[in-house]
């Protein structure tokens, strides 16, 4: 017997059509993807953040476009959030 999970994808959701909720998410630097220093946060203890600003939005989003201004240079989970996905559609919020 095989049996096999996936992440269903939702297509219908898009983030042109979302309010960027995902990056309101506390998000962890855990490898070297080029992040500008700008935007990193380091605790206590030396763990790296994406800062955030004081409203709690992730301090590389473009607040006109509501799109990453540094979508090259994006953490590594930032880059697995994938558009659609379970966790995408646990943040989803229309525009």
Known sequence: MTI??????DTAITCSAC???CCKLEVMLITDTGVPKAHIKTDQWGAQTMA???DGWCSALNRTTLKCSIY??????CREFEMGSFECKHEYRPR
């Open 4 to 9: 096999t999970i996936t992440n269903v994808v």
């Open 19 to 21: 309010i960027a909720s």
């Open 52 to 54: 955030r600003l004081a």
């Open 72 to 77: 090259e240079n994006r953490p590594w989970i």
